[in-house]
Nanobody
């Protein structure tokens, strides 16, 4: 099992940037595919970005491509989500998730461990 703790959320204006962090502890971090999901009020949880265990491949939702960047520092057991040009529709609770394998997938049901979430609110 991996324990995940997110940080870095907050209230910003449209066009601003935020960087979310997810600190992991537990089983060997570098073997885990990691991802960020988000859930807006009244909506289902959706995939935002994911990165393979060694960080060589990343995927993004179409809605965030070109604005968000996922990265990881395996030495620090941390994954990041740099969010630029934020829009009001990015407002959601953002969750960090880990798989027990290195392979990347965008289905939340395939992730084994979840953080508690961090709120991101973007005002217009």
């Amino acid at each position: 099992q991996v324990q995940l703790v997110e940080s870095g959320g907050g209230l910003v204006q449209a066009g601003d940037s935020l960087r979310l962090s997810c600190a992991a502890s537990g089983r060997t971090f570098s073997r885990n595919a990691m991802a960020w999901f988000r859930q807006a009020l009244g909506k289902e949880r959706e995939f935002v970005a994911g990165i393979r265990g060694i960080g060589d491949v990343a995927n993004y939702a179409d809605s965030v491509k070109g604005r968000f960047t996922i990265s990881r520092d395996n030495a620090k057991n941390t994954v990041y989500l740099q969010m630029n040009s934020l829009k009001p529709e990015d407002t959601a609770i953002y969750y960090c998730a880990a798989r027990s394998t290195w392979a990347l997938i965008d289905s939340p049901a395939r992730y084994d461990d979840w953080g508690q979430g961090t709120q991101v609110t973007v005002s217009s």
